[in-house]
């Protein structure tokens, strides 16, 4: 997986480390595909890519990037600096340029391009809530539009400024604040600040002997309080549910004081502000700390890998194990498209493994088992060894009810190992010339293989219309008693026009959503990327009461303008 670098554009303040600025992760570490026989010729076949050609894009220079000059006057950033302390309020081109977007397939396109309208005018890293109360109320003071900043994974426009805006533009950068405060034992809680990033708050409580069981796919360069921010789900959410879940209380700093949301259980206290501020996106103010809902660490943790003989066995084997007894901690099934796309990304198999995959597929044949339908799924158990084992075996029972085999922990710890990594493979083929992207969608149990159709026949329509060759797949997570997730990836090769084909695409995707019966968004958020949709998803009285929340909380605009609600 690690490729080496010979020079590096990474950006570090102090203790607070970011992404590369023009693609995901750190330097150093990308997608290989040499070691994957499978691979090359998977992709050739989905979107007409030839990886043998071996041709791939420069990699971006920065000092070619024209990058707008900061605005913010000299007043402000003496007020700031004094506030934050010396070397954090930064106004350099590089840090303006990691705070202007998030990670999404446009962000990374119009980087690359250098398509920068308008970048934050100074970066500050507080180092507590007080220098943040600090922050805001001086931006207030000087009517400076305030943008949170966590780890910069968003992918839904959440991050970026308007490029009308003629304010200051302050990204308030919450890197410094990492800590996890305390763990009320008896009631596991935890007291975390809000810029922990996934893997240092799962160590601080791992260390401890706790976790808070929450790993979403960015888990790697995400921060607590924009999982929060943006209503994060977890690969784990079966059993320690989604972030709204898990949070139990919060501190949002708001000008000249702090909203405190109290860790209780359970409250009759009229509309729910903790709900209000789950999934706001910066607009009511900066979240710094959150109490959360944490478990002791399980003796026992394992992802068993299944296949089904199609996406309707798969479905229907998910949709049983929901409304059953059982807990798993994961349920996931990828439909053929994807078990495809995951089969070729595995490593070659040699000597006695290799003969027993080879078995395995002769064996399905002979069953009657079309392999280009097959369906591959992931089931997690966590829990002492009673308790582990127990679950398997209810859930055993019910894929073969379904006519699912199991085919043991291997290929579910290689998942587990590698599960991080998929934001790699974007990137990957972006250097390549071509687009691969997601889009999340939820919807009850009885319109999930309707909502599944729809949105293969609006892609290929959409491919259709941009006359490029494309490929969807897809797979299913998150379940819940009424229903589930979907999660599709798209891909293509761009032609001459790539964020024109790409929103011809992603348009076509959302609307089948929306004319299915889903949801616009499961777990990355709405920003700017799915606003568009807001309404019809959720009413026009739903975005008016939306839209009145924010201006009675926010009257002059401050916090993170124009975001969910256009």
Known sequence: MTEPTSRTDALRTGDVKHMKWW???????????????????????????????????????????????????EELLAVLGRIVGPGNAVVDDLSRVVHTYGKSL???????AGEIARTPDVVVYPADEAQVRGVVDAAVRADAVIIPFGGGSNIAGSLEPHPDESRVVVSLDLGRLGRVLEIDADSGLARIQA???????????????????????????????????TRSSGMQSDKYGDIADIVKGLRVVRPGGVLVI???????????????????????????????????????????????????????????????DVSPSVTRISDAHETGFSLATSKESKGIKKKAQAGLMAYLRRRGWNLDEMCLSFIGFEGDEAHAKLQKSLVDRIVRKHHGIGVGKGPGALYDQKKFDTPYIRDFLLDRGA??????????????????????????????????KGWTMSHMSHSYHSGACLYFTFAFVFGDDPLG????????????????????????????EHAAWLEEDISPQGVAVMSGLFESADPGGNFNPRKIVL
């Open 262 to 324: 109290r860790a209780v259980p359970s409250a009759s206290t009229g509309p729910s502000v903790r709900e209000m501020v789950v999934g706001s996106e910066g607009r009511l103010g900066v979240i710094t700390e959150v109490t959360v809902q944490v478990h002791r660490l399980p003796e026992r943790r394992a992802i068993h890998a299944y296949f089904f003989k199609d996406f309707d066995h798969g479905l229907a084997a998910m949709r049983e194990i929901a409304e059953s």
């Open 195 to 229: 810029g922990a990033l996934g893997p240092d708050l799962e160590a601080q409580l791992n260390r401890e002997g706790w976790t808070m069981g929450h790993f979403p796919d960015s888990f790697t360069h995400s921060s607590l309080g924009g999982w929060v921010a």
């Open 501 to 528: 084909e790409y929103d011809t695409v992603k348009r076509a995707i959302q609307q089948a959503f929306i004319d299915a019966g889903g949801t616009i968004s499961h777990h990355h958020g709405v920003g700017l």
């Open 106 to 112: 446009r962000d990374l396109v119009r980087l690359r």
């Open 23 to 73: 693609g995901w992760g750190v330097e150093g570490v990308g997608f290989r595909h040499e070691d994957k026989p499978g691979f090359a010729p998977f992709v050739h076949r989905a979107v007409g890519l030839d990886l043998r050609a071996g041709e791939q894009a420069e990699r971006p220079d920065f000092a070619r990037i024209e990058v707008p000059a900061p605005t913010a006057p």
């Open 435 to 468: 687009a691969g992207d997601v889009s999340e969608t939820a919807g009850p149990w009885s319109k999930l293989r309707g909502i599944h159709a729809a949105v293969y026949a609006a892609a290929d329509r959409a491919y259709e219309e941009i006359g490029r």
